[in-house]
């Protein structure tokens, strides 16, 4: 189970920050993203990071974007800075399947989700 | 950056058809696409992962197939609970980006 939690209104210019705590099991396994989607609109991928604390992140938002883990609070974050009215969306937290091959994992496709939490960017 | 498309945007059908729904990258990704499933309201669920394998749990009237570049979602018999919007999602390599999604309407 995932479970996002942080404020929902942010102020223009400032820092938005959420976390997901994972529930029912590790986090040091998996790949671990973030999604979000604007109001009336579709999904869009955010990021990702995995136990080790290797991330990729959306090239839109490269600059303004930290992915982070704590594995000890079975927990992962976003960090967005300078926001504006369009970062206003749905963020949902998930988990990423992964495979194995040569050494190295790969993620794969998002089997859980968490509920999503309404982040508004407004003055 | 590989971009990804689907066809159509909308569509509306009747309960028992047969609907199918095309995503495309521009670019090869092998069989590395998923395929999710957005009710009104509600959060995005897992219907078809490695292009072709449905998740556990998933009726069995979703399939999916292609490789490459062209991939298909067929609902063999539309019912009132699949209303919903479809996204494809690509997975071969970061940036793991969705499709625009496919509105599904009675």
Same mark, same amino acid.
């Given at each position: 189970r995932l479970q996002e939690s942080g404020p929902g209104l942010v102020r223009p210019s400032e820092t938005l920050s959420l976390t997901c705590t994972v529930s029912?099991?590790?986090?040091?396994t998996y790949f671990w993203t973030w999604i979000r989607q604007p109001p009336g609109k579709g999904l869009e991928w955010i990021g990702h990071i995995n136990h080790s604390g290797r991330t990729a992140y959306n090239p839109s938002l490269r600059g303004r974007l930290t992915i982070s883990i704590d594995n000890s609070k079975n927990q992962f974050s976003l960090k967005l800075t300078s926001?504006?009215?369009?970062?206003?969306a749905v963020y949902y937290c998930a988990r990423v399947g992964f495979s194995y091959d040569s050494g190295s994992y790969f993620p794969q496709q998002v089997d859980s989700w968490g509920e999503g939490t309404l982040v508004t960017v407004s003055s | 950056d590989i971009q990804m498309t689907q066809s159509p945007s909308s569509l509306s059908a009747s309960i028992g058809d047969r609907v199918t729904i095309t995503c495309r990258a521009s670019q090869g990704i092998g069989n590395y696409l998923a395929w999710y499933q957005q009710r009104p309201g509600k959060v995005p669920k897992l219907l078809?992962? =490695?292009?072709s394998t449905l998740q556990s749990?998933?009726?069995?009237?979703f399939s999916g197939s292609g490789s490459g570049t062209d991939f298909t979602l067929t609902i063999s018999s539309l019912q009132p609970e699949d209303v919903a919007t479809y996204y494809c999602q690509k997975?071969?390599? =970061?940036?793991l980006i969705f499709g625009p999604g496919t509105t599904v309407d009675l």
């Open positions: 029912n099991g590790p986090i040091s926001v504006t009215a369009t970062d206003t | 078809i992962y =490695a292009a749990g998933v009726p069995s009237r997975y071969n390599s =970061a940036p």
